[in-house]
């Protein structure tokens, strides 16, 4: 099929507009500030030790077993550079170089061990990256004293906008299930917690506001950024966000989370937002002529964020309930989606010498470590890799390895998650879907839970 | 303040115990390491020779001595014990029932509450892998391992893991009053757990009673009766799984993160 070259011209036109670097720049200062506040914390509150340097066990990235964290003093070094980079993204110095070192350590540090994965520790890495890539310095910033303010094309907010578009959409595509729409989970058991609050307390515990947050979540996630993008809804969509991320950061344990979004959701403003609430910040009043985008950068945006629509799609390639086997799970949105609990045995056998044996704890995981592997498909066969590897090395044949995994899901009774017989040593650590995953209804405990 | 290992440090270790016997100079709590006193200490000193334990003591003054000064320092571990929970003193359980009402290492009670069912199932683990798991050979797969028993001189293993029994069902399902133990949360939550965890611990103390009736020590079971055995272990399974599963995810107890970050 032919393509039109004017209409792709038009494209690159268009995209190549210029606009206002503004909104742009407000959302560096905001990631470089999440960024830093982000790196005290985690110096503050000793989780450089705890999730990185006292684990003797990680469980590494399927192509990243090579990310391994530095010794002693050097994660601490680290850390600083990062909080110095996001300092430096924060205040606009070199802007996009501060955006790269500090996306770059930041990944680092998540790719250290999928039990710290976090959707919005992914989301910080990617603005970072696309904060490296665009004239992120353009305005508001020391680069931009030195420099002059400029503006910038269009397409770049496209990008930017189109990114925050995926997170919101796809999280919202992703409550419309059952749980989440007819019976409020796992809202329910999470409002539950707070049922002694004074005056709210007793509204909070009630299946109609795990309901009515439900929905009102779905919504908000589905809409949130055409109504932010159209002027005429955006106060109110704005208004909106802001009421919805400082509830969810009051109500539930989710960190810096509310605080990454709000920062994601200002691109979605007018590029000049800004200037309305900073007298005297008067952008740049010479425009540059726009110069269409060339076509590796059309190819390369355009990929990126096919990239973006592709990763949370990929969980239909899989068999079964995503939120259950979670295959497809991550970077895929799925936020707050699941409450679970699990419990493992691990069953290692070996053929030569004869031994068999039952793994009933793992001390060399910390809690949080446990408690990600104990529902989590892919980090139980993580886990029986290294099993069965630490027995070869002792000099150990013929290792299998099994797994009694049980979950419980929203609440639900526990179910059986893995085939008792599948040994989970010989199971691919790639992207294969696992065949020992059983369907939730396999396996279910056998005495009633439910009714009273 | 770890006053665990130097109230019941287990398993014994006679070898510790001994040398203290054998050596000459005096005995003081100060001096001796967690192995050479506590419970095990106590008794070892008690019932190690096995025998008339009184008349050995009455023919060795300084197993007596020795017997005097660990008790001693068990009483004084113990009441240590009991200011770090008193409300005058330590006040741990303000910690636990005060969380997020004023500043206590638990920042909200729910994670206050997630650590007291985190640790029944830690318990039940422990029972599990440390109490059973190691002296049946099934954690070490070097065969059975009976001196790997707790109280093993006494032959209170079964009465011990009986007790610690006791200590779940009471957390999990209250002293018989109504509102008392997580039972009554649960159903207050609309959760009604009961009829699972009653049926799991009623498994698991209906096996622990199989194994009694062996007439057996768990020392001497494991070695030549290990099916009962066996079967109490996997009782404790089920009971594990419906604490650390069931409950936790019908409360939404689970560790996350940290206190703070999850999505």
Not at chain 1, 187 to 216: E, F, I, K, N
Not at chain 1, 347 to 363: G, I, N
């Amino acid at each position: 099929m032919a393509t039109d070259p004017r209409g792709a011209g038009r494209v690159s036109t268009w995209l190549a507009a210029p606009v206002d670097g503004a909104g742009l720049g407000a959302l560096r200062v905001f990631v470089g500030l999440v960024g830093l506040w982000q790196s005290v914390r985690f110096v503050a509150r000793g989780w450089v030790e705890t999730q990185w340097l006292e684990p003797s066990f990680h469980f590494t990235w399927a192509g990243f077993d090579w990310v391994r964290p530095l010794p002693g003093g050097w994660m601490f070094a680290l850390v600083a550079l990062q909080g110095l980079a996001a300092l430096s993204l924060a205040l606009g110095y070199r802007s996009r170089l501060s955006a790269a070192v500090f996306g770059a350590l930041f990944t680092y540090g998540d790719l250290i061990d999928k039990a710290l994965y976090l959707n919005h520790h992914y989301l910080l890495s990617l603005l970072a990256l696309l904060l490296a890539v665009t004239p992120s310095g353009a305005a508001f910033s020391l680069d931009a004293r030195r420099r002059g303010e400029r503006l910038v094309g269009r397409g770049v907010y496209v990008l930017l906008r189109a990114q925050v578009a995926c997170v919101y959409v796809f999280a919202g595509l992703a409550k419309l299930n059952a749980d989440w729409l007819l019976h409020g989970e796992p809202l329910r058991l999470w409002l539950q917690v707070h049922h002694d609050l004074p005056v709210v307390g007793s509204l909070l515990d009630t299946q109609a506001a795990a309901l009515l947050m439900s929905w009102a979540g779905m919504l908000h996630d589905l809409f949130i950024v055409p109504l932010l993008l159209w002027p005429r809804t955006r106060r109110v969509a704005l208004l909106a966000a802001i009421c919805f991320h400082t509830a969810i950061w009051l109500l539930f344990p989710i960190g810096v989370f509310s605080l990454v979004m709000l920062a994601a959701i200002t691109i979605c403003l007018a590029p000049s937002w800004p200037r309305r609430w900073l007298r005297g910040a008067a952008g740049p009043r010479a425009p540059l002529p726009a110069t269409p985008l060339g076509r590796t950068v059309l190819t390369l945006g355009a990929a990126w964020i096919a990239l973006q629509v592709v990763l949370p799609l990929r969980h239909l390639a899989y068999p079964g309930e995503v939120n259950w086997t979670e295959e497809g799970f991550r970077f895929a949105w799925r936020v707050m989606l699941v409450e679970k609990a699990g419990h493992v045995d691990f069953t290692v056998e070996a053929a030569s010498p004869p031994a068999r044996v039952r793994v009933m704890d793992t001390p060399d995981l910390t809690p949080l470590q446990r408690t990600m592997m104990a529902t989590q498909p892919d980090m139980i066969v993580d886990y029986a890799h290294h099993l069965a590897a630490t027995w070869r090395e002792r000099g150990y044949t013929g290792v299998r390895v099994t797994a009694d995994a049980w979950v419980s899901l929203n609440g639900r009774p526990a179910r059986r998650l893995l085939d008792p017989q599948a040994d989970l040593a010989a199971a691919s650590r790639g992207l294969a879907s696992n065949a020992a995953i059983l369907p939730p209804d396999a396996n279910v405990n056998d005495v009633h839970t439910s009714g009273q | 303040m770890r006053l665990g290992p130097k109230i019941d440090y287990w398993p014994a270790r006679p070898v510790a115990i001994d040398a203290v016997l054998a050596a000459d100079g005096p005995i003081t709590a100060g001096a001796l390491g967690a192995p050479a006193k506590g419970f095990s200490a106590v008794e070892y000193l008690l019932w190690g020779r096995g025998g008339d334990t009184v008349a050995a003591l009455a023919a060795e003054p300084r197993r007596c001595e020795y017997l005097g000064v660990v008790i001693a320092d068990l009483g004084a571990q113990v009441r240590a014990l009991a200011a770090v929970w008193d409300p005058t003193g330590g006040d741990f359980l303000g910690e636990l029932t005060e969380a997020g009402e004023r500043p206590t290492r638990y920042p909200t009670l729910q994670a206050a509450f997630g650590e007291v069912v985190n640790r029944v199932g830690y318990l039940i683990e422990n029972i599990r892998t440390n109490k059973l798991g190691k002296p049946l050979g099934v954690v070490s797969g070097g065969g059975p391992q009976p001196d790997g028993v707790e109280s093993p001189f006494s032959g209170r293993s079964l009465a011990d893991l009986r007790a610690n029994l006791v200590g779940v069902r009471r957390v999990l399902l209250g002293d018989g009053a109504e509102e008392l133990g997580l039972d009554g949360y649960l159903r207050r939550r609309g959760r009604y757990l009961a009829p699972l965890v009653t049926a799991r611990l009623d498994a698991a103390e209906a096996a622990l009673d199989a194994l009694g009736a062996t007439g057996l020590t768990l020392a001497q079971a494991v070695q030549t009766e290990p099916a009962p055995v066996q079967a109490l272990l996997d009782r404790l399974g089920e009971l594990q799984r419906a604490v650390q599963v069931d409950v936790i995810g019908a409360l939404a107890l689970t560790v996350g993160f940290n206190d703070a970050d999850a999505d």
